[in-house]
Nanobody, 120 residues
């Protein structure tokens, strides 16, 4: 599976962005799709995941503000980010796993990352 993330950019505090991650391959709907982020000087951390049935899981830091979704017909996963905060600034990565997990090591395939910068 090859993943291509897009949609990042510069936004002010309180604004919104929608990230997209397009996947190649015909087995997209068999993977759990996740989003992670890595702020400057920090480790990459889990943000959200959606499994093949559409069940969604979020990190506490983004719950209520971010929404993950997937379109299996389009082989695409999205991350709608609302009420953005300065601390959401990071490179955002999409990833695919054969099982649900919040840990990086469980994800087999990674996109290249897209920069999200939130200014005050």
């Amino acid at each position: 599976v090859q993943l291509q993330a897009s949609g990042g950019g510069l936004v002010q505090t309180g604004g919104s962005l929608r990230l997209s991650c397009a996947a190649s391959g015909r087995t997209f709907n068999s993977y759990v799709m996740g989003w992670f982020r890595q702020a400057p000087g920090k480790v990459r951390v889990y943000v959200a995941a959606v499994n093949w049935t559409g069940a969604k899981y979020y990190a506490e830091s983004v719950r209520g503000r971010f929404t993950i979704s997937r379109d299996n017909a389009e082989n695409t996963v999205y991350l709608q980010m609302n009420s953005l905060k300065v601390e959401d600034t990071a490179v955002y990565y999409c990833a695919a796993s054969s099982k649900f997990s919040r840990t990086l090591e469980s994800y087999d395939y990674w996109g290249q990352g897209t920069q999200v910068t939130v200014s005050s």
